[in-house]
């Protein structure tokens, strides 16, 4: 689920110079814009809107009003598609690490989309871009316990609304290059009947040493401001490989066996890294590389929107797919499934 204000990337690149009003970062803000590989985005607001977003409040009245909408969309059509409705739902896990709400988004649209009132909620902040793969193994958790039962993964991520107008930094800079706006929900069903798309097999977690200052926030006076290291691609070429290879050896698989590689569009450099650290040709990513350049990295909402055009495709019947992410902490997520 997307934002209907679509962007292509050049005109993105521009507001943004006009909103720094700073001519002086023009040349590397222009190409660091294009080393993101990022053709469009979808933005929650109208790009002369984020010239009106006085200060931190402003911009999470407009995350909270717009998650709401945007979530709202992306629960019920993810429910109605599984062949159920939203009462149906036993437990929603929700999460996001672009604005603050207290209910939590899952909270202030249940009534609206028709949730039950005794529906378990369980929302999750900030595990940002990791948290559409561990919401998924999340939810392989809940079923495992309570296998006659209905749960949702719901994902908002609206990036643009953490724009610091004062913030020069590289890491900002690319951040305002790479990040885009959108959602996305799953729908997970323990043993019922009827059920379609990939099976959850396992699910493995990996939180790296001395690696907090990799991927972030800092919260200020003026907002979110984001953390982002150089590092990144080194510490994925460093650890990913021998996690991927360990896990998939515990089930008696290899890469080779893998029919699909569900991965997290992090950016040109970590789509890279991660096919350095699995020997990948690129063409066994295509997918991320086309999410990355059709919208931008969602954060938690991408690796979901890469599973959606995987499940397009249909894999061979049968076979294993991996679905990896990473994020904050610096940690991975790795979810074993196999298709239908």
């Given at each position: 689920?997307?934002?209907?204000?679509?962007?292509?990337?050049?005109?993105?690149?521009?507001?943004?110079?006009?909103?720094?009003?700073?001519?002086?970062?023009?040349?590397?803000?222009?190409?660091?814009?294009?080393?993101?590989?990022v053709q469009a985005r979808h933005l929650a607001l109208p790009l002369p809107?984020?010239?009106?977003?006085?200060?931190?409040?402003?911009?999470?009245?407009?995350?909270?009003?717009?998650?709401?909408?945007?979530?709202?969309?992306?629960?019920?059509?993810?429910?109605?598609?599984?062949?159920?409705?939203?009462?149906?739902?036993?437990?929603?896990?929700?999460?996001?690490?672009?604005?603050?709400?207290?209910?939590?988004?899952?909270?202030?649209?249940?009534?609206?989309?028709?949730?039950?009132?005794?529906?378990?909620?369980?929302?999750?902040?900030?595990?940002?871009?990791?948290?559409?793969?561990?919401?998924?193994?999340?939810?392989?958790?809940?079923?495992?316990?309570?296998?006659?039962?209905?749960?949702?993964l719901l994902s908002v991520e609206l990036c643009s609304l953490t724009l610091?107008?004062?913030?020069?930094?590289?890491?900002?800079?690319?951040?305002?290059?790479?990040?885009?706006?959108?959602?996305?929900?799953?729908?997970?069903?323990?043993?019922?009947?009827?059920?379609?798309?990939?099976?959850?097999?396992?699910?493995?977690?990996?939180?790296?040493?001395?690696?907090?200052?990799?991927?972030?926030?800092?919260?200020?006076?003026?907002?979110?401001?984001?953390?982002?290291?150089?590092?990144?691609?080194?510490?994925?070429?460093?650890?990913?490989?021998?996690?991927?290879?360990?896990?998939?050896?515990?089930?008696?698989?290899?890469?080779?066996?893998?029919?699909?590689?569900?991965?997290?569009?992090?950016?040109?450099?970590?789509?890279?890294?991660?096919?350095?650290?699995?020997?990948?040709?690129?063409?066994?990513?295509?997918?991320?590389?086309?999410?990355?350049?059709?919208?931008?990295?969602?954060?938690?909402?991408?690796?979901?929107?890469v599973l959606r055009d995987t499940i397009d495709k249909h894999p061979p019947?049968?076979?294993?797919?991996?679905?990896?992410?990473?994020?904050?902490?610096?940690?991975?997520?790795?979810?074993?499934?196999?298709?239908?």
């Amino acid at each position: 689920m997307l934002p209907e204000h679509r962007y292509e990337q050049s005109e993105i690149t521009q507001a943004f110079l006009d909103v720094l009003g700073d001519r002086g970062v023009e040349p590397l803000v222009r190409r660091l814009h294009t080393s993101c590989k990022v053709q469009a985005r979808h933005l929650a607001l109208p790009l002369p809107d984020y010239r009106t977003l006085a200060d931190f409040g402003a911009a999470n009245d407009a995350f909270i009003e717009h998650a709401c909408a945007l979530g709202a969309r992306a629960l019920q059509d993810a429910v109605a598609e599984a062949g159920l409705t939203p009462a149906d739902v036993d437990a929603v896990y929700f999460t996001t690490v672009t604005g603050i709400a207290t209910p939590s988004i899952e909270a202030r649209i249940a009534q609206q989309v028709g949730l039950r009132p005794d529906v378990k909620r369980i929302p999750m902040f900030g595990l940002g871009c990791v948290a559409g793969a561990a919401g998924i193994a999340r939810l392989h958790d809940y079923l495992r316990g309570a296998p006659g039962e209905v749960a949702v993964l719901l994902s908002v991520e609206l990036c643009s609304l953490t724009l610091q107008r004062g913030d020069r930094s590289v890491p900002h800079l690319v951040a305002s290059g790479l990040f885009g706006d959108g959602a996305a929900a799953v729908v997970a069903c323990g043993d019922r009947r009827g059920a379609f798309g990939p099976s959850v097999v396992d699910s493995r977690s990996h939180l790296y040493p001395d690696s907090q200052r990799t991927m972030g926030w800092d919260v200020t006076g003026a907002g979110l401001n984001i953390v982002l290291d150089v590092n990144v691609p080194a510490v994925v070429r460093t650890y990913l490989g021998e996690d991927v290879r360990g896990f998939l050896a515990d089930h008696g698989l290899t890469t080779a066996d893998v029919s699909a590689w569900v991965c997290h569009p992090g950016g040109p450099k970590v789509i890279e890294a991660v096919q350095d650290a699995l020997g990948l040709p690129a063409n066994a990513v295509e997918l991320t590389w086309r999410s990355l350049a059709a919208v931008g990295n969602l954060s938690s909402a991408s690796v979901l929107h890469v599973l959606r055009d995987t499940i397009d495709k249909h894999p061979p019947s049968g076979t294993p797919g991996l679905v990896i992410a990473m994020g904050p902490g610096f940690c991975a997520e790795l979810v074993l499934i196999r298709w239908p």
